[in-house]
DNA sequence: TTGCTGATTGTTTCT
DNA sequence: AGAAACAATCAGCAA
């Protein structure tokens, strides 16, 4: 079972970004990001002038409602942006290496 | 070695 | 421009 892991953030809080790293890594996105960004579309337009909270709401349901074949494609991106944000540790690396080579 | 936590990602709409 | 619901993530750090 899933342990209910302390996911205590208080929202907004994410907004804060503090910055710790020098160049931040920023991971890659989430399938839900890629889902979204198909879905929204569809959403919307099944609830014409509906409010934000509505959208993001039956959005994640729908999310969950799709069997894990229909996630596939987007945790497939999710894999593949994945990949794009090693590009972005690798500079990361590469920085924080040449940093501690100086 | 293991597990936790924090930071981050993108969308929508609103003020 | 930022804020919040929605979900995933997953990389680095600590004991």
Partial sequence: ?????TTKRA???????KKKDPNA????????MFFANEQRE???EENPGISFGQVGKVLGE?????NDKQRA???AKAAQDKKRYEDEKASYNADA???ESS
Wanted: proline share 9%.
């Fill in 1 to 5: 079972m899933p342990k209910e892991k």
């Fill in 11 to 17: 929202a907004t809080k994410r907004t804060e970004k």
């Fill in 25 to 32: 890594p920023k991971r890659g996105l989430s399938a839900y």
């Fill in 42 to 44: 569809n959403v919307r």
């Fill in 62 to 66: 729908r999310w969950k409602a799709l």
């Fill in 73 to 75: 494609p987007y945790e």
């Fill in 97 to 99: 290496e040449e940093e």
